[in-house]
């Protein structure tokens, strides 16, 4: 049997249920062996509306993981996470170019979902910048969240599956060869939690019910690693995409509680549910 083989370059989320747990977890639930590279380390603030801190970690640390799992071993597709800094994107986009890596996914990140996001440490403008300029022509596919879109595509606030459009052509002109506009349960004025996925010529709408729940932290790393570890398979992009969108929406179904504030989806339940169809 032939193992195929994962990268993240992302944070770890203390809570378990975003960063490269939430990576991690998902190579693991769909049959990939999956390998991190830190970032950096989210703690969360127990005595302080569940405020995030990021403590970023060395460079040179990063650098030794990604030698670790690049040159030492080799990976069949990848993805990035919660970076934190110009320097670190820079690294991340060098190891892409010098290494020539083909199936990378980069997902944005810029926020985390769940807790107050007044209290959150948003991606500074420069990481903003760092990210179009290094990092989405490298991109097999990118995957924003319609905050991280308009951040991206520098456009304003998107509303709707138009604005959804406009901002995937632009992150494609940007250099993304695809790119997943993911409105999510986030969109407005429609019980559909609708995604667009756009190839640089055409549009795929992809909606699934939207489920009523604040438990969807870590989300869009899930989704992400869904479509990394599909990628690491060798299927398709469009194929990748679809599994990923059911492997989240049956996540998201099952989600749960830790404590008040937002609880993790469900990594498990796409397997369970395979288990159970059969
Ligand atoms: O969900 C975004 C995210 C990504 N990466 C890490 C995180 C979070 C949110 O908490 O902690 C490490």
Not at 230 to 244: Q, R, T
Request: proline share 4%; with cysteine.
């Amino acid at each position: 049997m032939k193992h195929f083989k994962a990268m993240t370059i992302a944070g770890s989320d203390t809570s378990g249920g975003a960063g490269m747990q939430a990576d991690l977890k998902t190579f693991q639930e769909l049959g990939v062996y999956g390998m991190t590279a830190l970032t950096c380390v989210v703690t969360m603030d127990p005595f302080h509306h569940w405020a995030h801190s990021v403590t970023m970690l060395d460079v040179d640390l990063l650098k030794k993981q990604l030698a670790t799992i690049v040159n030492g071993i080799g990976v069949d597709a990848m993805k990035t996470g919660m970076l934190g800094s110009p320097e670190v994107i820079q690294t991340a986009a060098d190891t892409i170019r010098n290494n020539k890596l083909k199936s990378v996914v980069i997902d944005p990140v810029m926020i985390c979902k769940g807790a107050e996001e007044e209290l959150q440490p948003e991606l500074q403008p420069e990481n903003t910048a760092a990210i179009r300029e290094l990092l989405l022509p490298q991109a097999l596919i990118t995957t924003p969240n319609l905050y991280e879109a308009a951040k991206l595509a520098g456009t304003s606030v998107i509303t709707n599956v138009d604005g959804m459009k406009k901002a995937a052509a632009r992150l494609v002109a940007l250099g993304a060869k695809n790119a997943l506009v993911k409105g999510g349960s986030r969109l407005k004025d429609t019980d559909q939690a609708i995604d667009v996925l756009y190839d640089g010529k055409n549009f795929d709408v992809i909606a699934r019910e939207k489920i009523d729940t604040p438990n969807i932290h870590g989300a869009g790393c899930t989704y992400a690693a869904a479509i990394t570890a599909e990628l690491a398979k060798g299927n398709s992009v469009p194929d990748a995409v679809h599994v990923a969108k059911d492997f989240v929406t049956a996540g998201i179904r099952a989600s749960f509680p830790l404590n008040q504030y937002a609880g993790p989806t469900d990594h498990s339940a796409y397997k369970r549910q395979l288990i159970a169809n059969k």
